[in-house]
């Protein structure tokens, strides 16, 4: 998806000039331009991989520097500037020569066979031959099964054009081992990729059904709470009815005896009346 792909690095290429971050520029401004070039766009591609060489060059980034002189080779080869392209691809390879183990190894074995193209175009026969083996053992030597494969492929065009039988048979035979070996690679991944979504499938499933026994049990707790509260409530209510009811038990105890006593009392006064009377 080249829109998306564009879209994308466009988005983290404004966010590192916002941040004024120049190394990520460096990396995000190739990355772009590498995505114009994918979807056709050659002169904002070229417009962004100059800058984007200006930069890791003044920031001395060698490795992506590398890859921004690939993406230039690749606009000039586009362009049919067979000389331009020839010199850009050159430059990948000798950068990639300086930084040994650390390089680019991509940019080199795509800047090796591209070189074969470029001579195969120039009517060059003996430099692509070279360069198409170059890029094999360097295939080989750094595990890049897919350059691997495409350089086997133009060996076989090259010794079918020259009608070298043997050669023919021999990168025939290696194109077959290493096209099974993608095959298998592909399998592998493939079933890799599909566990993969069963287990997202599962985790999501597993994930769905922790987050309905969470709701289930928090919904528990809250209906746990709300009764606590209400029996707490309930009990506070019950206590003050109940002290309420002793308090006028009490004063009404108070009052009974207070009554009895002036029962007494009136009786008393009764019989003084009826003895002062008589």
């Not at 921004?68 to 430059?91: H, P, S, T």
């Not at 897919?146 to 009608?163: D, R």
Request: overall charge positive; glycine content about 2%.
């Amino acid at each position: 998806n080249r829109k998306e792909e564009v879209h994308y690095h466009l988005k983290s290429y404004e966010i590192f000039k916002k941040r004024d971050d120049k190394e990520r520029i460096g990396v995000t401004a190739h990355n772009l331009g590498e995505s114009y070039f994918n979807n056709g766009d050659l002169t904002k591609s070229r417009e962004l991989t100059l800058y984007a060489i200006k930069i890791n060059d003044s920031l001395n980034n060698e490795s992506v520097l590398s890859s921004c002189y690939k993406v230039i080779g690749l606009i000039e080869l586009a362009e049919n500037n067979l000389g331009l392209a020839e010199n850009y691809f050159k430059r990948v390879i000798e950068i990639g020569r300086q930084l040994g183990t650390n390089s680019q190894k991509v940019a080199t074995a795509e800047s090796m066979i591209q070189l074969a193209t470029v001579y195969k175009m120039m009517g060059d026969k003996r430099n692509q031959y070279k360069f198409l083996l170059l890029t094999s053992e360097f295939s080989k030597a750094n595990n890049l099964p897919n350059y691997l494969q495409k350089a086997y492929q133009e060996l076989i065009l090259y010794s079918s054009n020259n009608n070298d039988q043997e050669a023919v048979k021999r990168f025939t035979n290696s194109y077959i081992i290493i096209s099974d070996s993608l095959n298998q690679k592909q399998l592998r991944d493939r079933y890799s990729l599909t566990k993969s979504i069963v287990q997202v499938h599962e985790l999501s499933k597993s994930k769905n059904d922790l987050e309905k026994a969470n709701l289930i049990q928090s919904q528990k707790i809250q209906s746990r709470n709300t009764l606590i509260i209400v029996i707490a409530i309930s009990s506070i209510v019950l206590l003050w009815l109940l002290l309420k009811f002793v308090w006028l038990n009490k004063k009404l105890k108070n009052q009974n005896v207070i009554i009895e006593t002036q029962n007494k009392d009136l009786a008393i006064l009764n019989n003084t009346k009826d003895k002062f009377f008589s």
